[in-house]
């Protein structure tokens, strides 16, 4: 059974800190890895991975794959209250995209 | 990116009745779409996935006759909540991956806000 497993859970820190959020999967014929962000509503796309090894960055965010260890890691640097919200780490094997519990980022002012 | 648009944004209907939501992607065409159920301070539970011109595939455990999904054409799945109750109350997501221009990524609609009185 394909599965996704996202820890922490749930995550409280103080603002300037730095989080790293982590994400593993066993799924079949394994194609990428997607990051997404939800604060009210439905997800926003912030990362998809391919590659094993390579860094994908915008802003504060970065993320890398390894497809051995069947293993991804979300780091949030500096962070900031707008930061809170469920992070959802998926796999999408075949044709249908499967989601990890998410973890629960609260930024403390 | 990529845009899906998912109507009604919320609803609530009383307890027997049926209730169409609908997910259009609005600059790309979309053979797969893909509908989520969220329940609160949970994750995205995939019920199903929706082919143009074929009938969806359901994930264990969902009702076909229950939450049926039409895909008429490549830009618009709809996903019908027949004879609701209030179990069935709960936040309905879909999303559609653009693979024509080789993305992969999934964009999500909205979300709809179904409360079953």
């Known amino acids: 059974e394909d599965k996704v497993v996202q820890s922490p859970l749930s995550l409280v820190v103080h603002e300037g800190d730095t989080v790293t959020l982590n994400c593993s999967y066993e799924?079949?014929?394994?194609?990428?890895l997607l990051w997404y962000k939800q604060e009210k509503k439905a997800p926003t796309f912030l990362f998809m991975l391919?590659?094993?090894?390579i860094e994908k960055k915008s802003g504060r965010l970065s993320s890398i794959l390894d497809k051995k260890e069947l293993f991804s890691i979300l780091n949030i640097t500096a962070t900031q209250t707008g930061d809170s919200a469920i992070y959802l780490c998926a796999a999408w094997p075949s044709d249908k995209i499967i989601f990890g519990k998410g973890t629960r980022l609260h930024i403390l002012p | 990116g990529a845009v899906v648009s998912q109507h009604p944004s919320r609803v609530i209907c009383k307890s027997g009745t049926s209730v169409k939501i609908e997910c259009r992607s609005l600059?790309?065409?979309?053979?797969?779409m893909f509908w989520y159920r969220q329940f609160p301070k949970k994750s995205l539970m995939l019920m199903a996935t929706?082919?143009?011109?074929?009938?969806?595939?359901?994930e264990q455990g969902v009702e076909k006759d229950k939450f049926l999904i039409n895909h008429a054409s490549l830009t618009l799945s709809t996903l019908t909540v027949t004879s609701a109750h209030p179990e069935d109350s709960s936040f309905y997501i879909c999303?559609?991956?653009?693979?024509?221009?080789?993305?992969?990524?999934?964009?999500f609609g909205q979300g709809t806000r179904l409360t079953v009185v």
């Open positions: 600059d790309f065409q979309a053979t797969t």
């Open positions: 799924v079949t014929n394994f194609r990428s």
């Open positions: 391919t590659s094993s090894g």
């Open positions: 929706s082919n143009e011109g074929s009938k969806a595939t359901y």
């Open positions: 999303s559609a991956r653009d693979t024509s221009r080789g993305r992969a990524e999934a964009f």
